[in-house]
C-alpha cells in the first residue's frame, strides 16, 4: 500500500522531522510499530535537502519550532516546490492561533504531541478509506 | 522469591507510580512501544530525558540567577522542558512546568523560583522510583529466565 507515486515498497514511508531525540524515538517506534518505514530528521532544511535531492516521503510529521528551519518555513517551501506528499504538523504549541499560522503554511492538519496509536491509526484508517 | 510474587511486585510498583500521580497515560503509550525488537524502549526513553533535560535544568537554574529576570527565555527554557515532561508521562513534573509557565507570565519571580526548587525535587524523585522500578523488572525478567533452566 504506497500512497506517495515515488514508493517502491508496499510500505507507507514515513519522515519525522523534528529536534527533540526524544520525540525522534517515541514517533520513529510508533510509526514503525504502526506499519510504516520510517526516517527521521532533525530540522526543515534537512527535509528540503532530501526532496532536492530526489527523495520523497508519503507522509510527512513536522514538528514546528525547530532550529534552522522551523516547520512552518520548511512547510511553505515544500509546498512551494510541488510537493504533494501529506504533511502532519505535530506541536506541543496550545494556542489557536499558533496553529491556525502552521497550518495556514500547507500542512494537511495538525497534531498537539506526542503522536500516540490512536492518533495515527485514526490518520491511517482516513488515507485507506480515501485510496 | 517466587516468579509469581516479582510479577505480583513489578504491577505494585507500576500501578504506585500512577497512584501518587507521577505518571499518567503517555507512559502506557510508551510501555505499548516496547516489544521483542525494543525490549527496553521504556527505561531507554526514560534514560534519554534525563540525560536531555540534566542541560534545561542547568539553563533555568542560571537563568533565575540572573537580576532582573528574563520571564521570556524562562518561559522558552519550561516549555522545551514540558514538552520532555509530557513524553513521558511525567505528570506531576509536567503540572509543575505548566505552573512555573504562569508565573512566568504573570511576571511572578519569586513563584518561578519556588516553583522550580519543587520541580527539581519532584525530578529527582520520579528518577529514583523508576530507577528502582526498573531494577526490579530487569530481576524479575532473570529470575523468569532462571525458572526457564
Redesign the interface.
Known amino acids: 500500500m504506497g500512497f506517495g507515486k515515488h514508493s517502491s515498497s508496499s510500505k507507507i514511508s514515513a519522515l519525522v522531522v523534528d529536534d527533540?531525540?526524544?520525540?525522534q524515538?517515541?514517533h520513529k517506534?510508533?510509526l514503525t510499530?504502526l506499519g510504516l518505514e520510517v526516517n527521521v530528521v532533525a530540522n526543515g532544511k534537512e527535509v528540503l535537502d532530501l526532496y532536492r535531492s530526489g527523495t520523497s516521503f508519503d507522509l510527512i510529521f513536522m514538528d514546528m519550532e525547530m532550529p534552522i528551519m522551523d516547520g512552518l518555513e520548511a512547510t511553505k517551501e515544500l509546498r512551494a516546490m510541488g510537493v504533494q506528499s501529506i504533511i502532519m504538523g505535530v506541536t506541543?504549541r496550545d494556542l489557536d492561533l499558533e496553529k491556525e499560522a502552521f497550518m495556514a503554511s500547507g500542512l494537511n492538519d495538525c497534531y498537539t504531541?506526542?503522536l500516540?496509536?490512536s492518533k495515527i491509526g485514526s490518520l491511517l484508517q482516513k488515507l485507506k478509506k480515501k485510496n | 522469591m517466587e516468579r509469581t510474587q516479582q510479577h505480583r511486585q513489578v504491577a505494585h510498583m507500576r500501578q504506585s507510580l500512577f497512584d501518587q500521580g507521577l505518571l499518567d497515560e503517555?507512559f502506557v503509550?510508551?510501555e505499548?512501544?516496547q516489544?521483542d525488537a525494543?525490549p527496553n524502549?521504556v527505561e531507554?526513553?526514560v534514560t534519554?530525558?534525563y540525560r536531555?533535560s540534566a542541560r534545561l535544568v542547568l539553563n533555568i537554574d542560571q537563568a533565575l540567577d540572573k537580576s532582573p529576570l528574563d520571564f521570556s527565555k524562562l518561559d522558552s527554557y519550561m516549555?522545551?522542558f514540558?514538552?520532555?515532561a509530557?513524553?513521558?508521562g511525567a505528570k506531576k513534573v509536567k503540572s509543575e512546568c505548566t505552573l512555573f509557565r504562569e508565573y512566568c507570565k504573570a511576571g511572578n519571580g519569586e513563584g518561578c523560583m519556588k516553583t522550580f526548587q519543587q520541580l527539581k525535587k519532584d525530578y529527582a524523585v520520579l528518577r529514583k522510583k523508576l530507577e528502582t522500578y526498573f531494577q526490579v523488572i530487569f530481576h524479575s525478567l532473570l529470575f523468569d529466565k532462571d525458572g526457564e533452566n
Open positions: 527533540d531525540t526524544i520525540i524515538k517515541i517506534a510508533l510499530k506541543s504531541k506526542p500516540t496509536i | 503517555q503509550q510508551l505499548e512501544l516489544d525494543n524502549f531507554e526513553v534519554l530525558f536531555d516549555h522545551q514540558k514538552g520532555s509530557s513524553s513521558i
